[in-house]
């Protein structure tokens, strides 16, 4: 049972990085400074911060131009809705800790 709330911990915490980097990057970006990497902001996204950064290209209006980001972000989002989906919903039994 613990495990849930470790796991809920991580996805908390990792969406709030990615909402936080994409303001930081926008930021940036309006100051000419040196810019967080788009790989960066995506690896964020995969490992499961995907909701929080599409929160953030939306608020802050970053990178909303760009067809990657435009579109892959909401792919990651359901391609991890889905693995949660089959995951949850699979006869097979996965036990965390």
């Given at each position: 049972m613990k495990s849930i709330f470790y796991l809920a911990g991580f996805l908390i915490i990792i969406n709030i990085v990615g909402f936080a980097l994409m303001g930081i990057d926008k930021r940036r970006a309006q100051r000419s400074a040196f810019r967080i990497p788009e790989a960066t902001l995506f690896a964020v996204a995969i490992i499961g911060g995907s909701l929080g950064s599409i929160l953030g290209m939306r608020l802050f209006h970053h990178k909303t131009k760009?067809?990657?980001?435009?579109?892959?972000?909401?792919?990651?989002l359901i391609l991890q809705i889905a693995v949660v989906a089959l995951l949850y919903f699979s006869p097979l039994e996965f036990k965390f800790m």
């Open positions: 760009h067809w990657y980001f435009k579109f892959g972000m909401p792919l990651i």
